[in-house]
């Protein structure tokens, strides 16, 4: 996997399927990898499509920007103090998104993002329309702060940190319990192969901070209500009825705001991306390339 020089840092990237297909950039949520990736998702994708994918800043193998230091995480949730300056926006993140389609020479490309990367999609589509081929937004929200939050129990599974967050069966059995809170209730993947995905990711690459400075990303950047309102390429939105982390009205106001959006909301689909959804994923994301 090569690491290529986006926005002025590194960032680790990989193509597969035809590079002269028509190309589907992916772009990951809050503090995960682009190996939890499931396997069969992508490679149905790369039946049809060029499939390029990616750490984003801060976590995985791309540039961590420990320089930054760590932010005040009760400041994020509203708590205590103000949060002041983030280290970086959601608006930097797309900007990274450019650089890695520059750096596999792809014009343009049909743009998928799931919860933070659904944000980050939304910036990218907004500001760089020339170069986005279709938008889908999963699990994610528009950003307006009038819109429902979290359950308690959500927050606290998106807030605090495994009790031993350097040990790997500690985090690995932490983010089992988290998934079982904001998972899929219509489709649960075995434990075994949640505590895979999750002991691949902390053996890759474990690095709290830089998943605290994603947050703060999230929180610092602004509501996306006038961006989403600019849109004009073809846009699918698609939310989980049972998303306990970002609430279902997220995902209608999300495409109540992009002109001609299209919503798909799954049944029994809660916060994270099932095995047993991935056909149907699969075949929305390649329905909609093909329009």
């Known amino acids: 996997m090569p690491q290529v020089e986006a926005n002025g840092i590194r960032i680790e990237a990989e193509r597969l399927g035809d590079p002269g297909a028509p190309a589907i950039l992916l772009i990951r949520g809050l503090g995960t990898q682009m190996c939890q990736w499931p396997e069969p998702f ?4 790369a039946r049809e499509l060029q499939v390029i994918l990616f750490d984003n800043r801060d976590v995985g193998l791309s540039q961590k920007l420990d320089e930054a230091g760590m932010p005040k995480l009760g400041a994020l949730t509203g708590r205590r103090g103000s949060p002041g300056e983030p280290p970086y926006r959601l608006a930097d993140m797309a900007q990274d998104c450019l650089g890695v389609l520059d750096a596999f020479g792809v014009a343009r490309a049909h743009v ?28 994610s929200s528009s950003g307006d702060p009038s819109l429902p939050p979290p359950t308690e129990e959500a927050m606290r599974v998106l807030m605090e940190p495994a009790p031993r967050p350097d040990d790997r069966e500690s985090v690995v059995e932490h983010g089992l319990a988290g998934r079982r809170v904001i998972g899929s209730p219509g489709f649960v993947d075995p434990d075994d192969v949640v505590r895979d995905e999750l002991g691949r990711a902390f053996d890759r690459c474990n690095h709290p901070v830089g998943i605290a400075r994603q947050l703060a990303a999230v929180v610092g950047s602004s509501s996306r209500v006038e961006l989403l309102r600019t849109i004009r390429v073809p846009t699918l939105v698609i939310h989980g009825l049972a998303d306990t982390l970002v609430h279902p009205e997220c995902g209608r106001h999300t495409a109540a705001l992009v002109p001609g959006a299209r919503l798909e909301e799954i049944e029994g689909m809660g916060h994270d991306l099932p095995h047993a959804l991935v056909p149907r994923l699969v075949e929305l994301l390649l329905e909609h390339a093909r329009k």
């Open 112 to 139: 998928f993002g799931m919860s933070m990367g659904g944000m980050i999609a939304q910036e990218f589509a907004a500001r760089f329309p020339d170069r986005t081929l279709s938008l889908v937004s999963m699990m």
């Open 42 to 45: 992508l490679e149905g994708l």
